[in-house]
């Protein structure tokens, strides 16, 4: 287990390379990849703040937290209505929103309490909805 690490100058390139008994750059590579792997997954994950705030318009909110909280074990059909309500919401998009929202409240497997948040949303999205600008013109 006793090697011998030395420093060798390649002739073709002039670098230094740290190189053991055997020739090749283990050393070097074994502290170099931790290193950069440690310095490119350091600013992964979420970072030391709260969740983003929910999107609002002229005091009104849309919860969307409020909606997963109701939903912990959702159906896959379910999981998806609340996907497209987290994408119209992102993109600001209320109308598609309640679209998703309605057709949620239709669902016949919801408890009274997951009822209540989708309906409260639903309202919540047409607040928005009527507080949004008018779309521009397309132009000519």
């Known amino acids: 287990m006793n090697q011998t690490i030395r420093m060798k100058t390649t002739r073709e390139s002039g ?5 053991s008994r055997s ?3 283990v050393l070097a590579t074994s502290l170099v990849l931790p290193l950069m792997a440690s310095l490119l997954l350091g600013g ?17 909110t849309l919860d969307i937290e409020k909606l997963q909280q109701a939903f912990p ?6 999981q998806d209505d609340i ?3 987290k994408f119209a919401c992102r993109y600001t998009q209320w109308k598609n929103a309640e679209e998703a929202l309605d057709k949620l409240a239709a669902e ?4 009274d309490p997951q ?4 309906n409260d949303l639903i309202e919540e999205a047409k607040k928005l909805e009527a507080a949004a600008p ?3 013109a397309p132009a000519q």
């Not at 994950?45 to 009104?60: I, L, R, V």
């Not at 074990?73 to 379910?78: K, L, W």
């Not at 016949?108 to 408890?111: D, E, F, M, W």
């Open 15 to 19: 670098r230094k390379e740290w190189l």
């Open 23 to 25: 020739g090749s750059g």
């Open 44 to 60: 992964c994950g979420k970072s030391g703040g709260s969740a983003p705030p929910p999107p609002a318009a002229s005091g009104t």
């Open 73 to 78: 074990s959702a159906t896959p059909e379910i």
């Open 83 to 85: 996907r497209k309500v």
């Open 108 to 111: 016949p497997s919801l408890t």
């Open 115 to 118: 009822k209540q948040v989708v």
């Open 134 to 136: 008018a779309p521009a």
